[in-house]
Nanobody, 120 residues
Framework: QVQLVESGGGLVLAGGSLRLSCAAS????????VGWFHQAPDKEREFVAA????????RYAESVKGRFTISRDNAKNTVYLQMNSLKPEDTAVYYC?????????????WGQGTQVIVTV
């Protein structure tokens, strides 16, 4: 089972950018689709973005289309989430997780996440 660890969160002003990283252990990383989710205080965890195992297919939540970009570097066992034009409503803990091949369902275990705080 691949283990995923998130990093790259922080405090940023509205309109700013952050790049999150999701580092994987194990040599089978290329076989997994991966997604990013976020969870704001007192809210349910929500889908943000997903990418297939070789980076040809991606999917995004409507709220982040045009602002966030998901990518992966299988040589580095890492998936990235580039977040631009950040808004206060993007404030949340961000998690990466293994998905089903159709990018629809999380099937891996959840990690600790990385906190993103966007201030005005």
């Amino acid at each position: 089972q691949v283990q995923l660890v998130e990093s790259g969160g922080g405090l940023v002003l509205a309109g700013g950018s952050l790049r999150l990283s999701c580092a994987a252990s194990g040599r089978t990383f290329i076989t997994y689709a991966v997604g990013w989710f976020h969870q704001a205080p007192d809210k349910e965890r929500e889908f943000v973005a997903a990418i297939d195992r070789i980076g040809l297919m991606t999917r995004y939540a409507e709220s982040v289309k045009g602002r966030f970009t998901i990518s992966r570097d299988n040589a580095k066992n890492t998936v990235y989430l580039q977040m631009n034009s950040l808004k206060p409503e993007d404030t949340a803990v961000y998690y990466c997780v293994v998905l089903t091949p159709d990018l629809r369902r999380p099937i891996g275990s959840w990690g600790q996440g990385t906190q993103v705080i966007v201030t005005v």
